[in-house]
């Protein structure tokens, strides 16, 4: 049986087999000819317009164990005129990170991605690669005695180190916010380079010591699930489940949901 890695590279290569044989010439200002056996592109053809040799090319459809960079694969992806769910499945396949992962989109949500929130009986809100508050129920907005209403445009982290009422909310602050600065790392790492991304960190650099800190420290973990313990000016002590959720439409973006913990 075939290891999985070479079951990967294989599936990459019949992926770009099929996409090939779905262009045209004429699609990218290429001649017909006369003399075609196949349909499509030819593989020389993909290499010349992807700025790599036609031998490597034909190894990566071969499967062969060779590394291909996110550029090529980017230029791959345009050449074979590939779809958004198509891209995706490309870097995935490659085991790859998009170099555009989340740029196709705007800062704006879709209506219906907006309100689903609020046809969830949990504290829930949807946040982007910068951990922005796009959207939120009356759940947590009380969790939140009324943030993320009074800002602007709400940022939770922003909320946890600049604004004093997160200390007094979230119990073992100190703690949650050496782990959200880790979770914050991993989340951004493939947006490197986005400049919205960036006004955060050098932001929240000069504001917050205990933010500049943390990230120098480079740590990075998951944004796991698990138990968030808050004190309610009102409510008291409650504790929560966190489940967080990547939207396939919007991937930049994610889900959560605060269950009531047993």
């Known amino acids: 049986m075939p290891a999985p890695e070479a079951e990967r590279r294989k599936a990459l290569g019949d992926f770009l087999r099929t996409a090939r044989a779905r262009v045209q010439p004429g699609m990218v200002g290429l001649p017909a000819g006369s003399r075609r056996r196949t349909p499509g592109l030819r593989r020389e053809e993909v290499a010349q317009l992807c700025d790599i040799s036609t031998t490597w090319y ?52 879709p209506p219906i991605l907006a309100d689903c929130v609020h046809s969830i009986t949990a504290a829930a809100y949807i946040m982007d690669r910068c951990w922005n508050v796009m959207s939120w129920n009356q759940q947590f907005l009380h969790l939140f005695d009324g943030w993320p209403a009074r800002d602007a445009k709400p940022n939770l982290l922003r909320y946890i180190f600049l604004d004093p009422a997160a200390r007094s909310l979230v119990v073992d602050w100190e703690e949650r916010a050496s782990r959200v600065v880790a979770e914050f790392r991993a989340d951004v790492a493939a947006h490197a380079g986005d400049a919205n991304v960036r006004e955060v960190i050098e932001e929240l650099q000069r504001e917050s010591p205990v933010f500049a800190h943390w990230w120098t420290r480079h740590t990075v973990v998951d944004r796991a699930g698990g138990v968030r313990d808050f004190q309610h000016p009102t409510d008291g002590r409650l504790s929560f489940q966190q489940i967080t959720f990547r939207l396939a439409t919007r991937p930049d973006c994610k889900l959560v949901m605060l269950l009531a913990a047993d």
């Not at 958004?84 to 992962?101: G, Q, V, Y």
């Open 58 to 109: 034909t190894w990566i459809e071969q499967g062969r164990p060779v590394t291909v960079s996110p550029a090529v694969l980017a230029r791959l992806a345009s050449v074979l005129r590939l779809q958004r769910a198509e891209r995706h499945s490309l870097f995935e396949l490659a085991d790859c990170t998009d170099p555009e992962h989340g740029g196709e989109t705007d800062d704006s949500l």
